[in-house]
């Protein structure tokens, strides 16, 4: 019996520790900005049109990042417009070899910001980690929240 009792108290460490790194090692944020940057002044931005993957743009992801960051960016006091933006907002993303069932794994996801005037990158924010697609998943959603978390810098 007291085999059983820790083969099973055994296989739940193991699975405590495997879940621990998946979930702690999904994204791990980065960010970097122009520290001679003045963002108080900055309040309105664009989205710069989706860049083409391996001949095809993810048009459902590009749309599900910019819709949760919109949501974001106007919370933080930022206006989306065409009109003469303050800022330029674009989306990278690397995916993961092959597709899955329900969407495709993102390997990183970065959003870059630029002056509009001048094109001069001003900051970038990265989420590396599987980024899971799905619209069942909040991986994408968490993805963009975690990037956006310090944007503006203080």
């Known amino acids: 019996m007291s085999f059983f ?6 296989f739940t460490f193991v699975a405590l520790l495997a879940a621990m790194i998946i979930l702690g090692g999904c994204y791990g944020t980065k960010y970097i900005y122009d520290p001679g940057t003045n963002f108080s002044g900055l309040k309105s931005y664009e989205w710069t049109p989706a860049a083409s993957h391996m001949g095809r ?16 960016l106007e919370q933080k006091g930022f206006k989306k417009t ?10 990278e993303d690397e995916y993961e070899i092959g597709t899955y069932y329900g969407g495709y794994k993102l390997r990183t996801l970065t959003l870059k910001i630029f002056r509009r005037d001048s094109k001069e990158l001003i900051w970038r924010g990265t989420a590396p980690g599987t980024i899971n697609t799905d619209a069942a998943s909040n991986d994408l959603k968490n993805a963009v929240q975690d990037i956006l978390a310090n944007f503006p810098p203080k």
Do not use: C, H, Y
């Open 5 to 10: 009792s820790n083969a099973r108290s055994g």
């Open 57 to 72: 743009t993810e048009t459902l992801v590009v749309a599900n990042v910019q819709f949760v960051a919109d949501q974001i």
């Open 82 to 91: 065409s009109e003469k933006p303050d800022l330029l907002i674009s989306i």
